[in-house]
T-cell receptor
Framework: GQNIDQPTEMTATEGAIVQINCTYQTSGFNGLFWYQQHAGEAPTFLSY????GLEEKGRFSSFLSRSKGYSYLLLKELQMKDSASYLC??????????????FGTGTQLKVEL | DTAVSQTPKYLVTQMGNDKSIKCEQNLGHDTMYWYKQDSKKFLKIMFSYNNKELIINETVPNRFSPKSPDKAHLNLHINSLELGDSAVYFCASSQVPRRETQYFGPGTRLLVL
């Protein structure tokens, strides 16, 4: 089975930096995704890591350590519109072929003035 | 222009009824998924089809029956609806064997009364 943990809620100030952590335990790790979901909307893809290290994409970066079962999403220069739920999702290779994506419960980020 | 579309967006129905949700993607992807997001915002995989073939079938009551007439469409039929079926149902698609980033539809908000 899988176990994915991330904080339920975080609050940060506009213009600041925030780091959202995700730890996971899985048997057939084949990549980690971060998605953003605004209230009432669909999840949208933010970042993908399959190898250890940092992936940077504008104000958003994601880090992965496979040996530690750990990832984080770093958001810089926070804006009010970044208030959303951030979902960590782990992809597993299935025994019979194919992949399965399992989502964490999400971290609700609130950006304040 | 819509990449992944679902109909209807909202569905309010009585317990015991049968209903269908439709999903279409114009991304040329060969894998499609159904997810259920409950009131606690937990997003859980239900089914996955690759080229019209079922590859993931999670522990879902057999009242739920997916159908994929072609690789661009994945429908979900639900028999004998129950109160606990109230949730948001998201369709998604991805391209195997590339990165397999999943792109989500706007969701169908189902309320069973």
């Amino acid at each position: 089975g899988q176990n994915i943990d991330q904080p339920t809620e975080m609050t940060a100030t506009e213009g600041a930096i925030v780091q959202i952590n995700c730890t996971y335990q899985t048997s057939g790790f084949n990549g980690l995704f971060w998605y953003q979901q605004h209230a009432g909307e669909a999840p949208t893809f933010l970042s993908y890591n399959v190898l250890d290290g940092l992936e940077e994409k504008g104000r958003f970066s994601s880090f992965l350590s496979r040996s530690k079962g750990y990832s984080y999403l770093l958001l810089k220069e926070l804006q009010m519109k970044d208030s959303a739920s951030y979902l960590c999702a782990v992809r597993d290779l299935l025994t019979g072929g194919g992949n399965k994506l399992t989502f964490g419960t999400g971290t609700q980020l609130k950006v304040e003035l | 222009d819509t990449a992944v579309s679902q109909t209807p967006k909202y569905l309010v129905t009585q317990m015991g009824n049968d209903k269908s949700i439709k999903c279409e993607q114009n991304l040329g992807h060969d894998t499609m998924y159904w997810y259920k997001q409950d009131s606690k915002k937990f997003l859980k995989i239900m089914f996955s089809y690759n080229n019209k073939e079922l590859i993931i079938n999670e522990t879902v009551p057999n009242r739920f029956s997916p159908k994929s007439p072609d690789k661009a469409h994945l429908n979900l039929h639900i028999n004998s609806l129950e109160l606990g079926d109230s949730a948001v149902y998201f369709c998604a698609s991805s391209q195997v064997p590339r990165r397999e980033t999943q792109y989500f539809g706007p969701g169908t908000r189902l309320l069973v009364l």
